[in-house]
């Protein structure tokens, strides 16, 4: 995905800090931070899982954390950005002009989820052992009322819109600018992408994959609208699947 780059004067030469969207200080920073909140993720994971599901209290509050956090580095990101002239708007690039646009994006996004889950089901089936494991802490982190169901909704788009924005957006294009190639921009992003889901301990190998295909996919569109769509779907569908399970399950 290209941006446009600041103009310079005529006579000057665009130094390598001019080409990039941010300052390298900036990137290297958001990747302690990503790493960081995974690795703790992965603690808080282990945890869970062996002392069981928290109350309603405690998951409300780690849900609204997860959204707070997704926020303030999708901040932390487009603060340089806009510097440089990049808007949110701008870097999310949807051209929705008319209908057909639109109708477009939502095709692309429909085969990008389609994509997402051959990866789930291919990593389930290689990972059988370490899967059941992730699914019985994600069964412990899911919503099982309708307050919980309806705060996790919020924390699935929410991570639609900002993870694509943090890896796709900033990210990927921050290491196209660096590499000059946008097949090592996707590869890149993608590694740090599964490395930044933590708490899914062995399974978020299949993350990487998928970082792939959304990379990929936004790469090929410039634009960041239909993974937008296909991520927040995905996040979104699989949750209300496992609380309605639950539910029944109950009755």
Same mark, same amino acid.
């Given at each position: 995905?290209?941006?446009? &780059?600041?103009?310079?004067?005529?006579?000057?030469?665009?130094?390598?800090?001019?080409?990039?969207?941010?300052?390298?200080?900036?990137?290297?920073?958001?990747?302690?931070?990503?790493?960081?909140?995974?690795?703790?993720?992965?603690?808080?994971?282990?945890? #869970?899982?062996? /002392?069981?599901?928290?109350?309603?209290?405690?998951?409300?509050?780690?849900?609204?954390?997860?959204?707070?956090?997704?926020?303030?580095?999708?901040?932390?990101?487009?603060?340089?950005? $806009?510097? /440089?002239?990049?808007?949110?708007?701008?870097? &999310?690039?949807?051209?929705?002009?008319?209908? $057909?646009?639109?109708?477009?994006?939502?095709?692309?996004? #429909?085969?990008?989820?389609?994509?997402?889950?051959?990866?789930?089901?291919?990593?389930?089936? @290689? #990972?059988?052992?370490?899967?059941? $494991?992730?699914?019985?802490?994600?069964?412990?982190?899911?919503?099982?009322?309708?307050?919980? #169901?309806?705060?996790? &909704?919020?924390?699935?788009?929410?991570?639609?819109?900002?993870?694509?924005?943090?890896? /796709?957006?900033?990210?990927?294009?921050?290491? /196209?600018?660096?590499?000059?190639?946008?097949?090592?921009?996707?590869?890149?992003?993608?590694?740090?992408?599964?490395?930044?889901?933590?708490?899914?301990?062995?399974?978020?190998?299949?993350?990487?994959?998928?970082?792939?295909?959304?990379?990929? @996919?936004?790469?090929? $569109?410039?634009?960041?609208?239909?993974?937008?769509?296909?991520?927040?779907?995905?996040?979104?569908?699989?949750?209300?699947?496992?609380?309605?399970?639950?539910?029944?399950?109950?009755?």
């Amino acid at each position: 995905m290209s941006q446009t &780059i600041p103009s310079v004067e005529p006579n000057q030469k665009a130094s390598p800090e001019q080409k990039l969207i941010a300052p390298l200080w900036h990137t290297i920073l958001l990747v302690l931070v990503i790493l960081g909140l995974s690795a703790n993720s992965y603690l808080q994971a282990q945890r #869970l899982a062996s /002392r069981g599901r928290m109350s309603e209290g405690m998951l409300l509050i780690g849900y609204l954390s997860n959204i707070i956090i997704k926020w303030g580095l999708v901040a932390y990101v487009s603060w340089p950005m $806009r510097r /440089r002239g990049i808007t949110i708007r701008k870097a &999310i690039n949807a051209r929705w002009s008319d209908a $057909r646009a639109v109708w477009r994006d939502l095709g692309i996004a #429909l085969l990008a989820l389609a994509g997402y889950y051959i990866v789930g089901i291919a990593g389930a089936v @290689v #990972l059988q052992g370490h899967e059941a $494991r992730a699914s019985q802490t994600f069964a412990q982190m899911a919503p099982h009322t309708a307050l919980e #169901l309806l705060v996790w &909704i919020a924390v699935a788009l929410s991570a639609g819109f900002c993870e694509e924005f943090i890896f /796709r957006g900033y990210l990927q294009e921050q290491c /196209r600018r660096l590499t000059g190639s946008v097949a090592a921009a996707v590869v890149i992003q993608a590694l740090i992408f599964g490395a930044a889901h933590g708490y899914e301990s062995w399974v978020m190998l299949t993350v990487f994959p998928i970082g792939l295909l959304f990379g990929a @996919v936004a790469a090929w $569109r410039e634009s960041l609208a239909p993974t937008m769509i296909a991520h927040g779907a995905a996040d979104t569908i699989g949750t209300v699947v496992s609380f309605l399970g639950h539910v029944t399950r109950r009755i």
